[in-house]
């Protein structure tokens, strides 16, 4: 017996199409969904990585205040290590030093101080109508009408003073060579000296002036 195919050919071709229909729409949607998570996925990624720069070029932006500010804050506590070394100079604790070991290194048995005094002078240039205070038995420069100025430590001359008595005058010459031998401390010179009684025994009364001189230190 011969097969007949009762399905006519329109109807068949149609359902073949639509087959194929149905199968290029799920591969479409397939390959659609497939981009989404991917996009989600690379968005996600530049999303994470561009917090990731943001919070990195904060942190720069930090550091580089951070640094700034440090920067700063050296150059301050150097400024202030200056005018404090500057202070200090000015109030010549380093020469009150100097001087201090050159009388203990140049004592000499027979000698000894009643006081003891400092004084600063500052230096002018050639001409300068400005003054400035001497210790006694120095040169003074006349002062009137000068303008106030603000001297520099390399500009201030720091002398002393020494009041005093010696048992005989070769003690007192051996002190003032000795004296005058001590590093930092230059131009020692004799102001004023005299025999006199000192409860019932002669001594001579002395007035010793020097300059204390830092750079002259060895």
């Known amino acids: ?22 199968a290029l729409a799920f591969a479409l949607a397939s390959v659609a969904c497939l981009v989404a998570i991917a996009w989600l996925g690379l968005h996600s990624l530049i999303s994470a990585e561009s917090g990731k720069a943001a919070r990195l070029q904060q942190a720069k932006q930090l550091s580089v205040k951070g640094e700034a500010a440090a920067q700063e804050y050296r150059q301050r506590k150097r400024a202030v290590e ?12 380093d020469r009150v030093r100097i001087f201090v070991r050159a009388i203990d290194a140049a004592y000499v048995e027979g000698v000894w101080f009643d006081a003891l005094r400092f004084y600063r002078r500052e230096l002018l240039p050639a001409g ?9 038995g120095r040169a003074r420069a ?20 020494i009041a005093g008595h010696a048992v005989n005058h070769s003690a007192l ?11 930092g401390i230059a131009d020692v010179r004799l102001i004023d000296s005299g025999m006199r009684p000192h409860a019932e025994v002669a001594a001579i009364d002395a007035r010793i002036s020097l300059l204390i001189d830092a750079r002259g230190r060895q």
């Open 1 to 22: 017996m011969a097969e007949f195919d009762l399905i006519p050919p329109d109807y068949a071709r149609g359902r073949i199409l639509r087959r194929r229909m149905k």
């Open 82 to 93: 200056q005018q404090l070394e500057a202070l200090d100079e000015l109030r010549g604790r």
């Open 128 to 136: 300068d109508p400005r003054s400035a205070a001497a210790p006694p």
């Open 142 to 161: 006349s002062a009137q009408n000068a303008a106030p100025r603000v001297a520099t430590p390399a500009e201030i001359e720091h002398y002393a003073e």
């Open 173 to 183: 010459a051996e002190f003032l060579r000795r004296l005058g031998h001590q590093p």
